[in-house]
């Protein structure tokens, strides 16, 4: 091994890591002991591994990242948890407790019932395709009556903008005991493949989500490459979903 | 979920740096949340296929790094490269110039960096895996791991030592 070689090797060396017991370094830091050179390299190669590892250590998380992540992902973890055979097989020597267990799942935890749970909970089904549409169809008289039919919220009210837009077809999704119709829209633009739509409209009962805008005035919200539009009607909550920002979203009001 | 890990003390754990290793590649703050709440969205529903738990680190960069190329997937399509053919470079940049770098500095002469080069040269610099475990989280061999890392930090100094980052200069392959 000669110096060229060992600084081909020690480029690729992380000071303060297990590098140092990589055996794939070991010679190529032996010779730095006796090649004074080698080591004046190697020594510029640390300091500016340090340098430009804190630059990259200073990239800044967002605030609420943590919140988002667990409020969208904990509810899903919990469906899971049930799913897993093994635990099943614990939960039927338990059957004596089920009952009690039904009655506790099926009242909200303090705090699961906010408007900030649901709003995580119904823009991440939409934005990461977790749904199976219930009923295709561009018809949106058979879309209400589907809905009716199967006790989601059929009475909503569509504004102007989003009669424009072509549906899709609907879903009924589940919160907190209560049913959400999910409504899906395309609004022409070119969509991935295997996409099918990019604008959904929420509508469940108000009551069922604590803290929700009374408010018929449009309230906005960012969430990542997304914009949601959420307004109170009558008894009904409407939460409008689609990627863009808030002019993008307001020609569907 | 993998048994004796909860939910919550793993998205403690790792969602500051998948974000930023997540933020290396994108540059965008809104993508960068997407890959890294997607993770967590599939460890949710995954993790609990992961029987070795001293995996988990990898495997949940693996997971952001194969979002992360599925949604390139659709945009562009990586070069062929010919890495034993490509002559390699040492890294160029000195000490007092790397002192005054700052962070969007670095973030924008890695995004000129060639796009195959620039997910071991994120992790080369933010994580303490070992080489092992990044050739996992690429899915790649070692020797490529090495040889990919080589030649991108050599090109990401190159461009930093430009001091141009809005025209670098990129080595021809």
């Known amino acids: ?253 | 979920m993998a048994s004796g890990l909860d939910f919550e003390s793993v998205v403690a754990d790792y969602y500051e740096p998948l974000y930023q290793f997540a933020f290396s590649l994108t540059r965008a703050e809104a993508d960068a949340c997407d890959l890294t709440q997607q993770t967590f969205y599939v460890w949710a529903t995954k993790g609990h296929q992961l029987r070795d738990t001293s995996k988990v680190k990898t495997w949940l960069f693996t997971t952001l790094h194969r979002a992360f190329l599925e949604s390139r997937r659709r945009q562009t399509r990586f070069p062929h490269y010919e890495l034993s053919e490509v002559p390699l470079e040492l890294p160029v940049l000195s000490p007092a110039t790397a002192n005054q770098l700052d962070s969007p500095q670095v973030l924008r002469a890695l995004s000129q960096v060639d796009e195959i080069y620039q997910a071991p040269v994120a992790l080369f610099y933010l994580e303490d895996c070992s080489y092992k475990e990044i050739a996992e989280i690429l899915n790649v061999p070692l020797g490529t791991v090495k040889s990919r890392m080589a030649r991108g930090i050599a090109q990401l100094q190159s461009i930093l030592t430009s001091g141009d980052q809005a025209n670098p200069i990129k080595k021809s392959e």
Request: charged content about 25%; overall charge neutral.
């Open chain 1, 1 to 253: 091994m000669n110096n060229q070689q060992a600084k081909e090797i020690l480029a690729l060396y992380r000071p303060g890591t297990a590098d140092a017991e990589d055996p794939f370094f070991a010679e190529a830091l032996q010779r730095c002991d006796r090649e004074p050179e080698l080591k004046r390299w190697f020594d510029e190669h640390c300091t500016v591994y340090t340098a430009i590892r804190a630059r990259f250590k200073q990239i800044a998380v967002p605030e609420g990242l943590k919140q988002q992540i667990l409020s969208e992902c904990t509810a899903r973890a919990k469906i899971i948890w049930w799913q897993r055979p093994e635990l099943l097989a614990v939960a039927a020597a338990i059957a004596l407790l089920m009952g009690l267990a039904v009655f506790w799942l099926r009242t909200p935890r303090p705090g699961e019932d906010t408007f900030g749970h649901y709003s995580t909970r119904m823009t991440g089904i939409a934005r990461r395709g977790d749904y199976l549409m219930d009923f295709e169809t561009n018809d949106l008289t058979q879309i209400r009556s589907y809905l009716a039919q199967h006790h989601a919220p059929a009475d909503y009210v569509l504004p102007a903008g989003l009669r424009k837009v072509a549906a899709t077809g609907c879903a009924v999704e589940g919160w907190q005991n209560t049913k959400a119709s999910m409504i899906c829209f395309r609004t022409g633009k070119p969509l991935p493949p295997g996409e099918a739509n990019d604008l959904w409209l929420f509508v469940i009962d108000r009551s069922a989500v604590k803290d929700a805008p009374a408010s018929s005035a449009p309230q906005f919200a960012k969430v990542n490459r997304f914009i949601t539009a959420t307004w109170a009607q009558g008894d009904r909550l409407y939460l409008l979903l689609t990627e863009g920002d808030q002019r993008t979203i307001q020609q569907y009001l």
